[in-house]
């Protein structure tokens, strides 16, 4: 866990986190008090009980206003640590979020080969909700249990040293059974929450090429393996509901069976006029309260380790610098550049496939303002050669020039945002509309060079056909046009910016 890193976020918060905590110790030092003030009313009650009626309104009055006020003032502070806590935890989160999706979108192109998207977007989303959750409950929970346990069991100390005595014989021995059975049933929903996430995929992967699920006729068989997925995770979340039924009819055995036994060990200490009825009172309230805050102890060490360990991943991923920055390098004059490329001598193996050249001592010349077709076989890279000049990827050996220029001293974002323009094999669009598509080739353009770029690649016909027109949303990954539409929606935002270099991967 990078805690230096933790710390930039977590600075700008500093002045709401102190006052959360300082509101939070209050709260837990008021509820250490509540003991005390509840069994000075049960004296005053117990005394009026034996005759003293008359009186019982007048004596009554004060212990019960003090007890009331201190009620509201827990309540007033309670509701302002968790206010505040909610809002540094959200802050947090959310500069999290921004600074790791920043950080993704810096990375190479290699980075995505070998990492699965579903990870980082678990990074993006659970990983640092686990990781908010945990610090709050750190902060909330943990301080208060923490000064609870302390300052009660001096409460119970000075109210009855025999009664504490038996206290902390019987308590440590139920907190380490909860303990280790409190594991187990958190391994036991981690099983579970697994399962379902692999039932999560199956229906992610069905509903997203039901195409080809129902080109095939699969339907059937799509429907029997989440079914058994969704089975299998309903078995541990019964395993796991039996688990907690069990625990929390132990917990509740082993609670009663410790009022009961200090209420019998308080009764005899009565008699002996050792103990008032009150003190008994408090007592039994404060170590139901030392109760408590050691089970919330015990689950919160679980809940902590499990948020460290999300915000580890999450800084891990925060941590990488890509080999080639995004920005950064020299740029041709607009008035000098010409678009003459040369391949010098350039090997190269994908990074996920080190063993395995795709292109060995490969050289090209393209000249400036004319076409050329590199043909070949599938795997022969012909998309390799148009993802170097991309520099999605960086040349084992040899160099690749523009006018010149070797592009590895170029500036990455002026390069591909200014010189070249490219249209893969497989156009990607954007679950939005037609227009913002097409401008997204250059985002200030007006509509009108926007409806031009869709002219010229004879796409405006069919956009003017839809009833929304460019206005028309085009669904996930462009999932509402055909692949033809697709291709020149594509064609068109790549020609929006009309770009010195203009890289055809295979666009038909």
């Known amino acids: 866990f990078d805690w230096p890193l933790f710390w930039t976020f977590l600075r700008p918060q500093l002045l709401a986190l102190s006052a959360a905590v300082v509101l939070a110790l209050g709260a837990a030092l008021l509820n250490v008090r509540i003991p005390v003030l509840l069994g000075q009313l049960v004296n005053v009650v117990a005394r009026c009980a034996r005759g003293h009626v008359p009186t019982y309104l007048r004596e009554v009055r004060r212990p019960a206003l003090r007890l009331l006020a201190v009620y509201c003032l827990q309540g007033l502070l309670t509701f302002g640590y968790i206010a505040l806590l909610a809002r540094v935890g959200e802050q ?10 920043s950080a993704l979108l810096r990375q190479e192109v290699a980075f995505f080969d070998a990492t699965r998207t579903g990870q980082l977007v678990t990074r993006l989303t659970a990983d640092i909700q686990e990781f908010k959750s945990s610090f709050k409950l750190a902060i909330s929970q943990g301080l208060r249990s923490s000064t609870q346990t302390a300052g009660c069991f001096v409460s119970l100390y000075l109210l009855s040293p025999k009664l504490t005595g038996l206290l902390l014989v019987a308590l440590p021995a139920l ?15 981690r099983q579970a929450q697994e399962q379902v996430a692999k039932a999560t995929v199956v229906a992610d992967e069905a509903l997203g090429n039901v195409r ?108 990488l610098e890509p080999p080639v920055p995004l920005r950064g390098g020299v740029s041709i004059p607009a008035h000098s550049l010409l678009g003459r490329i040369c391949f010098h001598r350039v090997s190269f193996s994908y990074p996920t496939r080190p063993g395995y050249p795709v292109l060995r001592d490969f050289s090209l010349t393209l000249p400036p303002c004319q076409t050329v077709a590199i043909v070949g076989p599938s795997g022969g890279g012909k ?18 020039t523009l006018d010149g220029h070797d592009i590895a001293s170029l500036d990455p974002s002026w390069l591909r945002g200014q010189v070249i323009g490219f249209i893969s094999q497989e156009p990607v669009l954007f ?44 669904g996930e990954r462009g999932a509402a046009l055909s692949g033809g539409q697709k291709q020149r929606i594509a064609i068109a935002r790549a020609l929006l910016k009309d770009p010195a270099v203009l890289i055809l991967d295979e666009a038909t």
């Open 92 to 101: 947090v989160a959310g500069s999290m979020r921004k600074a790791l999706f």
């Open 175 to 189: 907190v380490g059974t909860g303990a280790v059975i409190g594991a187990f049933l958190r391994s036991l929903s």
């Open 212 to 319: 080809t699920v129902r080109a095939f006729a699969m339907e059937e068989q799509q429907a029997g393996l989440f079914s058994a997925e969704v089975d299998r995770a309903g078995r541990l979340s019964e395993q796991l509901g039996l688990g907690i039924a069990a625990f929390q009819g132990l917990s509740n055995l082993a609670l009663n069976g410790i009022i009961l036994g200090t209420i019998f060990v308080g009764g005899s200490l009565m008699a002996g006029d050792e103990l008032s009825p009150g003190d008994l009172m408090s007592f039994l309230v404060a170590s139901q309260t030392v109760q408590r805050s050691l089970a919330n102890i015990s689950i919160l060490m679980g809940q902590v380790v499990r948020g460290l360990s999300a915000g580890a991943r999450v800084f891990e991923l925060l941590r």
């Open 383 to 400: 998309s390799t050669v148009a993802a170097l000049l991309e520099r999605f990827y960086e040349p084992t050996a040899g160099t690749i």
């Open 431 to 474: 679950g939005t509309t037609i227009m913002e598509n097409i401008r997204f080739g250059k985002p200030g353009a007006s509509d009108a060079e926007v409806y031009e770029a869709a002219r010229l690649a004879n796409a405006d016909g069919f956009i003017r056909s839809f009833p929304e027109g460019y206005d028309t949303i085009v």
